[in-house]
């Protein structure tokens, strides 16, 4: 082959080589909301420290060949900050709970929410059966499914986090609480809620997933390989292993 013709392969080669590079060198900025307790976050000074976020953002970054970074921001502001491209994913979280502009990433977390109740009250046959009576809840979070089977009434007692709902509950400022399975059970086995409970209502169970800015420079389909990744070969599950 003439040098000349060379000489523009190797041009053409490395115009192909400098994107890939370029690419790798840009971090995956995961946005976490500020108010995220563990298992899903310890947060510190707006860093987090550790947590499924924390894990699951190193787990992407290394399919997805990017640094991760972290985002920490108050709940008021993820929606905004992930439109605008401030950050490249909310995971965790469902469409229902985040309206806007987004791709959303497969299924792939799985979680679910029940009433509680204090064991010293009678325990409720059913949701219904909490017509007219206060629910312990989290401000600023939706409850779509409760909301539809206990109707328009004022049963809602927001508190500003989950551990302060629960703490509510502990004190009987509240019978119920409407709380994650997955933070209940992290809490009750560190020792940090030992109310005893009656058996919990299910409301809702339910895969969570990522919602991608539509300014990311990540694809979704690369998005969904690097979870389908992590769920087939079992490091999906090692990392929650540990916060059960």
Known sequence: MPRASLFHLSLCCAALAVPTAALAAVPLVMLVDHSEEMPSARIERSQVQEGISHDLAQLLGERLGREPRFLVLPRRRVAQALASGEADLLCDYLPAWLPGPFAWSRPFLPGAYWVVTRREREAPASLAALAGQRVG?????????????????????????????????????????????????????????????????????YQTQCALSPRSSVRLSALNQALGEIVSDGSLERMLQRYR
């Not at 989290?138 to 551990?163: F, H, I, K, S």
């Open 137 to 205: 809840t989290v401000r600023g979070y939706a409850y779509p499914e409760l909301q539809a089977r206990m109707g328009a009434a004022n049963w809602r007692e927001d508190a500003p986090t989950a551990d302060a709902s629960l703490r509510m509950l502990a004190l009987g400022r509240v019978d119920h609480a409407a709380v994650s399975q997955r933070f209940l059970q992290y809490q009750q086995r560190i020792g940090s809620f030992t109310v005893p409970l009656h058996a919990p209502l299910p409301v809702s169970s």
